[in-house]
């Protein structure tokens, strides 16, 4: 679709519109956490794609397949194995990966994914980005709306739906919010954060699976991007939440108010 | 529950039979295991998960591009029998009987069946077993004559899986003399004339899938329908016996993982004297045996699959060797799991006596464990 202005030929942006999509390798969500050493087991552990990070590619994937979007880049920060989650990304339809490989062992904050996608945004110029509204280990919820204070962009945070308007120049997105829905507007470039009812995600065919490794996957360091990845915030102790204990049964309001506070130390 | 790294079936295994085995096992968690237990009390026939599992690719492994490798397959299909034994390995006999259409007939037959059994838009049979004619299949009875356009089919078929139900049934059949040289393959399509079938078979387990005696009375198929030449239909059985008996034992694989995972969650759960059955020696003993045995079944029905994949001569026996220990081992560790389980593991509401159930099949069909001795020996006295 050409728009002839004058002596320029524009291309509208439904054809040539970028998708972004940040993903993480976390423990898998049905595994039994333990903490050993002071840090979470993470050894023999089963992981994947995080759970939202998978609702942000299907709905990137299904841009695409709705033409609104020509391509779409999956991208993860972490060590060697990280690349699985890609190849997962690959599977379900994203056209190429982007690993930024840190050492193994490196602690990764969301301030750093945020500088770090900020650098690969302002090279790559994609003009939208939806992340996993949190990650399902540290549950941050901030790197989106990091991101987007970084790079100055408009962001839409807990969306459950997301529509294109003006020629795909602006998305309308409905977010989940306490007191029940809002929707916002907003021009792109835009930041999305994904929340869980925004889609299912599909599983990947097996066709699908075995074309991943034929996409492209780039490598690249956190010094390419000239970006400092030293954590800002130290982790002072990880815990376990207590062990549950039996209930006890009251016979009085006066009674459970005593305990909650003498006891329980709740109020 | 994470299953310890010396029982970690993704241990060894490429990226792409990575992914293909993380997204089975998802499929199978989600679409499946919710599901087995009732489909198995309700004899439910799942043509919707079925078709669900078609769609990701799983109809036509290895026929329908792009073709899945036997070994990637074989991962595949362990990690949705987790999910329902019943129902993969009814899939695995669909995958079997398309693949002689797609490796042995001619376009015209290719063209016209592949695509929708694919998809399972259209369902296949694998028929070879007569009342008469088991374990000795080489001496099948049902016959075919040619008259004309046509090949009168007289006789009939036992235990076939999806008999009745499904659209399209390879049916190994007597053109020639007698003895193996004399058998063709030829494909009959429900609907046709002549073509019925028995009663339902009631079974012991397996029961998300139908299973009929599939009759042939004066059944004219138009002479088209045979598949490669007349004589070959006993080489190609066989054949695809190879990938069926991987497949089968996947199967095997994905129950007895799934009922060894249910008996050490049981055991750390459980008490009796004041501590976990887990913290007994016997029961630990009991836990180590099976992983060990479950692994060694593993490894060989992993290295058999890629025999396959790499034509080796011996493949067949590599294959038979793999379904012999892998199925016998599998349908022990399920039981020994329903022992683990106490008097809860002879519910239905506990989900490892149907594993048992389901597996104990397998060392039945695709060629008793008796027979697959006789195979072994074979190669093993050349």
């Known amino acids: 679709m050409y728009a002839r202005r004058g002596f320029v030929l524009a291309v509208s942006s439904e054809m040539s519109l970028r998708v972004l999509v940040p993903v993480k390798r976390v423990v898998d969500y049905a595994v039994k956490i333990r903490v050993v050493g002071g840090k979470v087991d993470t050894a023999n552990v089963k992981h994947s794609m995080n759970p939202f990070d998978e609702i942000a590619v299907e709905e990137a994937v299904r841009l695409k397949e709705k033409k609104t979007a020509a391509e779409v880049i999956a991208l993860t920060v972490g060590p060697a194995k990280s690349q699985e989650t890609l190849r997962t990304a690959l599977a379900m339809g994203a056209d190429n990966a982007v690993h930024i490989e840190v050492p193994e062992g490196q602690e990764i904050q969301p301030l750093q994914v945020a500088k770090l996608l900020r650098a690969y945004v302002e090279k790559e110029k994609p003009g939208l980005v939806i992340l996993g509204k949190q990650a399902i280990d540290d549950d941050a919820g901030q790197t989106g709306q990091l991101l987007a204070g970084l790079l100055n962009w408009p962001q839409a945070t807990f969306a459950s739906k997301i529509e294109f308007a003006d020629a795909a120049k602006k998305i309308l997105v409905t977010r989940e919010i306490d007191g029940g829905l809002e929707t916002v507007e907003a021009p792109l470039p835009a930041i999305v954060t994904a929340d869980l009812r925004l889609n299912e995600p599909r599983y990947a065919t097996l066709p699908n699976i075995m074309k991943a490794k034929k996409k492209p996957l780039t490598k690249i360091t956190p010094a390419d991007l000239g970006v400092d990845i030293t954590p800002s915030i130290d982790v002072l102790s990880v815990s376990e939440p207590p062990k549950r204990v039996g209930g006890k049964k009251v016979e009085s309001v006066d009674e459970l108010v005593d305990k909650l506070k003498n006891e329980a130390g709740v109020i | ?382």
């Not at chain 2, 049981?266 to 887990?278: E, M, S, V, Y």
């Not at chain 2, 007994?280 to 593993?298: C, D, G, Y």
Request: charged share 20%; with cysteine; proline share 3%.
């Open chain 2, 1 to 382: 529950m994470a299953m310890a790294s010396v029982n970690n079936w993704s241990e060894g295994l490429s990226d792409e039979a990575l992914e293909i085995q993380s997204m089975a096992k998802a499929f199978a968690d989600k679409e499946l295991a919710p599901y087995m237990t009732e489909w198995d009390i309700n004899e439910t026939y799942p043509l919707d998960a079925l078709r669900k599992m078609a769609q990701l690719g799983f109809g036509a492994t290895s026929s329908a591009a792009p073709v899945l490798s036997r070994h990637d397959a074989a991962v595949g299909f362990e990690a949705l029998a987790t999910g329902c034994v019943s129902t993969t390995a009814f899939i695995t006999v669909h995958n079997m009987a398309v693949w002689i259409i797609d490796t042995f007939a001619n376009d015209t037959l290719r063209e016209r069946y592949i695509p929708h059994l694919a998809t399972f838009d259209k369902v296949a049979s694998y028929c070879l077993t007569e009342p008469g004619a088991g374990s000795d299949a080489g001496n099948l009875a049902t016959s075919a004559v040619k008259k004309g356009d046509h090949y009168i089919l007289n006789g009939s078929k036992a235990f076939i899986s999806g008999g009745g139900d499904s659209d399209v049934y390879v049916v190994m059949c007597r053109t020639g003399g007698p003895g193996p040289k004399g058998i063709s393959c030829i494909v009959v399509e429900k609907g046709t004339p002549g073509l019925s079938f028995g009663k339902k078979e009631k079974k012991v387990g397996w029961n998300s899938q139908p299973t009929r005696a599939v009759i042939f009375e004066d059944c004219a198929v138009p002479v088209t329908n045979l598949v490669g030449k007349e004589g070959q239909g006993f080489s190609m059985a066989m054949q695809a016996l190879n990938g069926g008996r991987i497949n089968v034992s996947a199967c095997s694989l994905g129950g007895a993982h799934a009922a060894l995972e249910a008996a050490i969650e049981h055991t750390n759960i459980r008490k009796q004297f004041g501590k976990p059955l887990a913290d007994n020696q016997s029961i630990q003993f009991k836990l180590a045996e099976m992983a060990t045995s479950l692994v060694a079944s593993r490894l060989m029905v992993r290295y058999a699959a890629k025999q396959l994949d790499g034509k080796t001569p011996a493949a067949g026996a590599w294959a038979a060797m793999a379904k012999l220990q892998a199925t016998d081992k599998c349908f022990e560790i399920a039981n020994e799991a329903i022992q683990l389980h106490g008097g809860y593991g002879y519910l239905k509401d506990y989900k490892v006596q149907q594993y048992m159930r389901d597996l104990r099949v397998h060392q039945i069909l695709e060629g008793t464990n008796q027979i697959m001795r006789l195979v072994i020996a074979r190669e093993m006295l050349k």
